[in-house]
Nanobody, 118 residues
Framework: QVQLVESGGGLVQPGGSLRLSCAASQTPFSIGAMGWYRQAPGKEREWVADITSGGKANYADSVKGRFLISRDNAKSTIDLQMNSLQVEDTAVYFC????????????WGQGAQVTVSS
């Protein structure tokens, strides 16, 4: 029904920055909240940030002040600007979205690898 495609992952030095993007495929339904989760080696999937269709953003304590989520409703995309990256940020980052079909449905992207290493 809806595909989410992440881009922008890669390798970065500690203290560096990366920007992830997530694009939702075209859908006749509106898209509600979108966000990012991550799964680090040996850990469960962890919520990172989300943003409502109205632009209200929330962040996990571990990334607050370093990461910024943004949204373009016209293009059905979200970005995650990641600054001051740390080794502990290394993970596969997954985009997610709620699509307002009847009933609403939740979708995951395939994930983008972010590696922070010197």
């Amino acid at each position: 029904q809806v595909q989410l495609v992440e881009s922008g992952g890669g390798l970065v030095q500690p203290g560096g920055s990366l920007r992830l993007s997530c694009a939702a495929s075209q859908t006749p339904f509106s898209i509600g909240a979108m966000g990012w989760y991550r799964q680090a080696p040996g850990k469960e999937r962890e919520w990172v940030a989300d943003i409502t269709s109205g632009g209200k953003a929330n962040y996990a304590d571990s990334v607050k002040g370093r990461f910024l989520i943004s949204r373009d409703n016209a293009k059905s995309t979200i970005d995650l600007q990641m600054n001051s990256l740390q080794v502990e940020d290394t993970a596969v980052y997954f985009c997610c979205a709620t699509v307002m079909s009847d009933p609403p449905r939740f979708y995951w992207g395939q994930g983008a690898q972010v590696t922070v290493s010197s």
